[in-house]
């Protein structure tokens, strides 16, 4: 099946700092969705981006599919900013949607 | 608010203990999911229900038992469960095409469940 792989697994920042985080897939997808978790364990939806360029507010992610990754920058970061990132994606058949480890942010004051 | 509601959001129970927990989506999606998130762990999908017919079941065992009585409502009934179990559970919702294409799944908040 479909690999997955997050990185950093752990990021520690400066309130105001920019990130990028990286999403690698091994196989061709339909779907890829970021999401963050927050301490108490809610899944929020940030992207549905198999392909291009988003931007919402500080947070925008590009996907090239043809390389299969996926980027996910946060600029000017702030401590509500904190919690786990994770990437997504369905394979072609679009099936169940597999996760990668997540990446741990902490955004210090 | 994501639209999916879980219940209970912390559930502490013996090993002898039976219990269920409940998901609830108003987003007009027609399939539901059941993941399992343990400590520094992935998300693992257990159970998924497409039109109310589960499709999937990924080698859980049969102490934790869903049930879909319809395409808004998502139950997962645990019984003898052990302390292993203790994991945030996590439903999600989304609204499948017959080729499965733009499968954008919303997660409830989760229930924290410990064993004891």
């Known amino acids: 099946g479909i690999q997955v792989e997050q990185s950093p697994p752990d990021l520690i920042l400066q309130e105001g700092a920019n990130s990028t985080l990286r999403c690698n897939f091994s196989?061709?997808?339909?779907?890829l969705q970021w999401f963050h978790q927050n301490p108490w364990g809610q899944l929020i939806n940030l992207f549905y981006?198999?392909?291009g360029t988003k931007q919402n507010g500080r947070l925008s992610a590009t996907t090239v599919a043809t390389e299969r990754y996926s980027l996910l920058y946060i600029s000017s970061s702030q401590t509500t900013d904190s919690g786990v990132y994770f990437c997504?994606?369905?394979?072609?058949?679009?099936?169940?949607?597999?996760f990668g480890q997540g990446t741990e942010l902490s955004v210090k004051p | 608010e994501t639209g999916v509601t879980q219940t209970p959001r912390h559930l502490v129970m013996g090993m002898t203990n039976k219990k269920s927990l409940k998901c609830e989506q108003h987003?007009?999606?027609?399939?539901m999911y059941w993941y399992k998130q343990s400590a520094k762990k992935p998300l693992e999908l257990m159970f998924v229900?497409?039109?109310?017919?589960?499709?999937e079941n990924n080698s859980v065992p049969s102490r934790f038992s869903p049930e879909c009585p319809n395409s808004s409502h998502l139950f997962l009934h645990l019984h003898t469960l052990q302390p292993e179990d203790s994991a945030l559970y996590l439903c999600a919702s989304s609204r499948t095409s017959n080729r499965g294409t733009k499968n954008i799944q919303y997660f409830g908040a989760g229930t924290r469940l410990s064993v004891l």
């Open positions: 987003l007009g999606h027609n399939a």
């Open positions: 997504a994606v369905n394979d072609n058949q679009g099936g169940k949607l597999i």
């Open positions: 981006i198999p392909s």
């Open positions: 229900y497409s039109l109310e017919e589960r499709v």
């Open positions: 196989d061709s997808v339909n779907n």
